[in-house]
């Protein structure tokens, strides 16, 4: 833990991710789902999904605070949430959890600056996050290709209320949501205890 990606593990979480992202059946969300992976591509390359020592009054964890941590979260909760969504298929939309999964923390792409391993602080935060997070801004990136599609008013904010609640900032309404919260926090928390024992009770 806590090791930069070398440039052919990012390709191959990458392609995972893709691999998933085509398991999605509407054509639609698949088509967006691979979309953004491909144009945002560059840029979850770069950047760690947490931080370290910004705000050390608001947090005293962070989690993937590397080179290719948030490429490295995306696809670990992306499995994790496909894993348990297969025991609930019958009764979950797999497609929402595989959609919702992968996008969840796109908005960290506009959130955290590239990695800098020369950096004092391995935050990397830019003054955006102080003002709107990760969530609200991975909201905007989907809605605006979701858009682009012939999707349903209905079926649009299905989808976005799951990037929306996965922080546990909103009420969930949906198990797929449920479900991708669960494995956002699942790969988040054990990740840190494993690369922070400092912080393990």
Not at 8 to 18: A, D, R
Not at 74 to 92: F, H, L, W
Request: aromatic residues 10%; contains cysteine; glycine residues 4%.
């Amino acid at each position: 833990m806590l090791k930069n990606l070398s440039n052919k593990q990012k390709e191959e979480k990458f392609n995972g991710l893709i691999n998933y992202a085509s398991k999605i059946n509407n054509k639609s969300l698949k088509s967006v789902c691979i979309n953004i992976l491909n144009d945002y591509k560059e840029e979850l390359f770069c950047r760690g999904a947490g931080h370290d020592g910004i705000e050390m009054n608001k947090y005293n964890r962070t989690h993937q605070c590397f080179d290719g941590g948030l490429l490295d979260h995306i696809y670990n909760v992306t499995k994790i949430a496909y894993d348990v969504g297969c025991n609930y298929e019958k009764q979950v939309d797999m497609d929402l959890i595989l959609f919702g999964a992968i996008l969840h923390d796109i908005g960290k792409t506009k959130i955290f600056d590239k990695w800098n391993e020369n950096s004092e602080i391995k935050s990397n935060l830019n003054y955006s996050y102080l003002l709107v997070d990760h969530v609200y801004i991975g909201e905007k990136i989907v809605e605006e290709y979701l858009d682009k599609e012939n999707i349903s008013e209905k079926f649009k904010y299905q989808v976005l209320h799951i990037i929306a609640t996965h922080m546990d900032t909103m009420n969930k309404h949906m198990a797929e949501a449920y479900i991708v919260s669960y494995a956002d926090s699942i790969d988040a928390d054990v990740e840190n205890i494993i690369s922070y024992p400092r912080n393990a009770i």
